[in-house]
């Protein structure tokens, strides 16, 4: 109804109008008829439309289409619109029950039957499906896609069995629970658990996750079906472990049914903020959406407003506040950074703050952490040390831990360290390679670490 240059939108506006004359007039995505105030072609459009509404009343019926929110802005920028239409028909998004009603229809007209263990597994996935939907979520059109996936699935199944030609025709209308996502791994609440208490310290952060995953599973044992909203801010330097524990977390959560992915999005500022005015909000929900379901993961948070100027940095924080709100318990927003900065920048707005749920302190490595780093990052390589270099490297963390400015990298500043050894160790073994030493003899020094190779510029 729009066309591209000002004049011939009227008359196109009107062709339509007069197709849809003792019928209906049908106009998808209605919201993108006019994309603000300075869209001539589509004010043009819209006058056109309104005027044929109140000229041929009775003669033939508008239906105007499309997403909730969007509509509701474009219907409230104009009282004439909106005054034109008698009904308001709202379409919910389809229900996890509803969903497998489609897709069990689906299979039923291709005469599929369902193997042991399908239809558990199938809605499992569909409500799954839905706690992470986004604003884009398509419905029976998701459906559609799953059943197509599945129907692929079926097909590279059936194809790599060893069967005769009838086994295989019988097969290929037998849906099994595999074939939902054949390569999805199974993380278990003990999996992800033994993957976090694995990590070196950090207690008061394992006691906090595993006091989570308790309540958790409290809840399912009273039947409480209410989503529990989740927020965390994570405080520490450099290199303690903040966005592994995330990632972990993105396990613990799935496996206990707070979320149903363990998928992290990993955004900062860059991805955020936006070089004009109104372009931030669709960036923070753009990474808001892809998070639904499962973590979103903001370092260094506090850089997201850079002082009460900082316009844009408002939009974000506004926006995501909102998304907090209006999707409680569809995700899980976690903002890391240094400690000193993220006390500054909550203190500045109540509002950001009141939505976390869960503050959790990454404390600082002391040296004898350290050293279990250090040496765990050698037992990896099948690295030993030669006499005297024990106690070589505790003195060296011990130092090292005395001397830490605040910007003290913590387990980076010992994959620092460990790094420049082993350049230490190669530089002296390719060394001895030149001077002529066997080849067998070079293979063990390689895995042999000196207290001439113990790097001394790493602060």
Known sequence: MVAQYVGATGPLA??????????????????????????????????????????DRGKFIVIAAGYTKEMEVFLSSNSGLKSRFTDYINFDDYKPDEMFVIFQNMCKKDKLEFGEGFEQAIRNKLSSIYASRGKDFGNARTVRKLFEDIEGNVSTRVLAMQSGEEDMKREIRIWRPEDIAPSEKVVTIDDALKELNELEGLQAVKDAVIKIANTLKAQKLTGETELLSKHFVFNGNPGTGKTTVARIMGNVFKSIGLLPTNKVIETDRSKLI????????????????????????????????????????????????KRMEDDRGKFVVIAAGYTNEMNKFLATNTGFKSRFSDYLSFED?????????????????????????????????????????????????????????????????????????????????ILIMQIEDLDMTVR
Do not use: W
Request: contains cysteine; hydrophobic residues 35%.
């Open 365 to 445: 490595y002391d040296a004898a952490q350290m050293y279990n780093i250090f040496m765990s990052m050698c037992k990896k390589r099948k690295l030993e040390f030669a006499p005297g270099l024990n106690e070589a490297l505790k003195e060296r963390l011990d130092k090292m831990y005395a001397s830490r400015a605040s910007d003290f990298g913590n387990a980076r500043t010992v994959r620092q360290l460990f790094d420049k050894t082993r350049e230490n160790m190669s530089n002296r073994v390719i060394a001895m390679q030149e001077q002529g030493m066997p080849e067998e003899e070079l293979k063990k020094a």
């Open 14 to 55: 009107n062709k339509q109008i007069d197709s849809a004359m003792g019928g209906v007039l049908f106009i998808d995505e209605a919201y993108a008829l006019v994309k603000d105030q300075s869209d001539s072609y589509g004010l043009e459009s819209m006058e056109v439309l309104l005027k044929r509404m109140e000229d």
């Open 274 to 321: 936006g070089q004009h005015l109104g372009e931030t909000p669709p960036l923070v929900n753009q990474q808001c959406d892809l998070a639904m379901g499962g973590i979103l993961f903001v370092d260094e948070a506090y850089a997201l407003k850079e002082g009460p100027q900082d316009q844009y940095g408002q939009e974000a924080v506004n926006t995501l506040l």
